[in-house]
């Protein structure tokens, strides 16, 4: 069983910063695929950021150049690094985590069964 915990949102203008941090437990987050969700008011959960146990990630198109994925292994620790944060970034951030194979570029949450309780993002313009 992997928990998740989420932290780091938070509300900012548009074109600042956040950092989100996710801790896990029960599974060491260099053996499973972590990615970033998130889901705004009224809309389905779509995929931010994807990292896989052996460090390839990819993202969604509307976050590319803008968001980064990482994890620390010390820390049991996935990031997302978001700059330049427009207001169409503003919804419920989750972490996840899979212990299924994933295709490079799989972005959808069905393949990914952890789950954490989410973190709320703000973006004002």
């Known amino acids: 069983q992997v928990q998740l915990v989420e932290s780091g949102g938070g509300s900012v203008q548009a074109g600042g910063s956040l950092r989100l941090s996710c801790v896990a437990s029960?599974?060491?987050?260099?053996?499973?695929?972590m990615g970033w969700f998130r889901q705004a008011p009224g809309k389905g959960r779509d995929g931010v950021a994807v990292?896989?146990?052996?460090?390839?990630?990819y993202y969604a198109d509307s976050v590319k150049g803008r968001f980064t994925i990482s994890r620390d292994n010390a820390k049991n620790t996935l990031y997302l690094q978001m700059n330049r944060l427009e207001p169409d970034d503003t919804a419920m951030y989750y972490c996840?985590?899979?212990?299924?194979?994933?295709?490079?570029?799989?972005?959808?949450?069905?393949?990914?069964?952890?789950w954490g309780q989410g973190t709320q993002v703000t973006v004002s313009s």
């Open positions: 996840a985590a899979s212990r299924r194979a994933l295709s490079v570029g799989f972005l959808s949450a069905d393949g990914f069964e952890y």
């Open positions: 029960g599974y060491l987050v260099s053996t499973i695929h």
């Open positions: 990292i896989h146990a052996n460090r390839i990630s």
